[in-house]
């Protein structure tokens, strides 16, 4: 049987049971928590468990579950987060296309479903194969250091 390394997901099952917000975390301790950008009112960081590799996540700062619950001046600024953080997976990734979306709540899938955050995806053609599939396992071909170091890069235009 072959084996796939993968020794950063062993934080994912021992830390099932988090008690502290990541986002909140997150906002407070850039560098720490692989904050790529952040903005007046949001930020968007590495997801440390990611779908895909570039798969990001942009959050509100303040500690909020709900779309409704944002101002406008929030909303704004979030979507901007978005849009800046979009152009920087373009530059550094050059990805063929994007899944971005907010799952509302535990029974759609938000693992943190107290603060509200929206996934960015990269996606390429051919990127879905038999792996998930068959043997349940995805394959991430860049470790979060170097994609956060070209990121930040390309973020203050050393790339």
Request: aromatic fraction near 10%; proline fraction near 3%.
């Amino acid at each position: 049987m072959d084996r796939l390394w993968a020794p950063w997901r062993v934080k994912y099952i021992r830390n099932k049971k988090r008690k502290k917000c990541i986002f909140c975390c997150g906002a407070k301790s850039a560098q720490k928590n692989y904050v790529v950008f952040k903005n007046r009112y949001s930020f968007s960081m590495l997801n440390i468990f990611p779908y895909n590799n570039g798969h990001l996540m942009v959050s509100p700062k303040r500690h909020v579950k709900e779309l409704a619950l944002l101002k406008k001046v929030e909303v704004l600024d979030l979507f901007e987060t978005l849009s800046v953080t979009k152009k920087l997976l373009d530059k550094v990734l050059k990805p063929d296309g994007y899944n971005i979306g907010i799952n509302l709540g535990e029974s759609s899938g938000a693992g943190i479903a107290g603060h509200l955050h929206i996934h960015i995806v990269c996606r390429w053609r051919g990127d879905t194969n038999f792996m998930p599939i068959l043997a349940n396992t995805k394959v991430i071909s860049q470790s979060l250091a170097e994609l956060y170091q070209q990121l930040k890069n390309a973020r203050s235009g050393r790339n």
